[in-house]
């Protein structure tokens, strides 16, 4: 399995971003799908993620009613729309994908299988 991020870079505070994340390498109609971030000196954060089978999205707090999370299960993509976007918004963002995780520990990255490489996101105040 391969995951593929793109998108990110550098924005003032206010602005909005799009990250953008391509999966391969088997079917993804049963995997969760979803972003995490990673800001230096800190531990792995959930940010967003679509439940497998319900399609049901979830977010952290700290980002409800600005970013969102999108999933096109034909494309095996999964978006995240950035918007009204906070200096400590500022972190490497990671795509994931987990086959076998549990709904209850979702916002756990231990428990994601696949990973993709980590795209920077700067907001500038």
């Known amino acids: 399995v391969q995951l593929q991020a793109s998108g990110g870079g550098l924005v003032q505070a206010g602005g909005s971003l799009s990250l953008h994340c391509a999966a391969s390498g088997r079917t993804f109609s049963g995997i969760s799908m979803g972003w995490f971030r990673q800001a230096p000196g800190k531990e792995r954060e959930f940010v967003a993620a679509?439940?497998?089978?319900?399609?049901?999205?979830y977010y952290t707090d700290s980002v409800k009613g600005r970013f969102s999370i999108t999933r096109d299960k034909v494309k095996n993509t999964v978006d995240l729309q950035l918007s009204s976007l906070k200096p400590e918004d500022t972190a490497d963002y990671f795509c994931?994908?987990?086959?076998?995780?549990?709904?209850?520990?979702?916002?756990?990255?231990?428990?994601?299988?696949?990973w993709g490489q980590g795209t920077q996101v700067t907001v500038s105040s």
């Open positions: 994931a994908a987990c086959a076998t995780c549990i709904l209850s520990s979702l916002q756990n990255f231990r428990q994601w299988n696949y």
């Open positions: 679509v439940w497998r089978g319900t399609n049901n999205k």
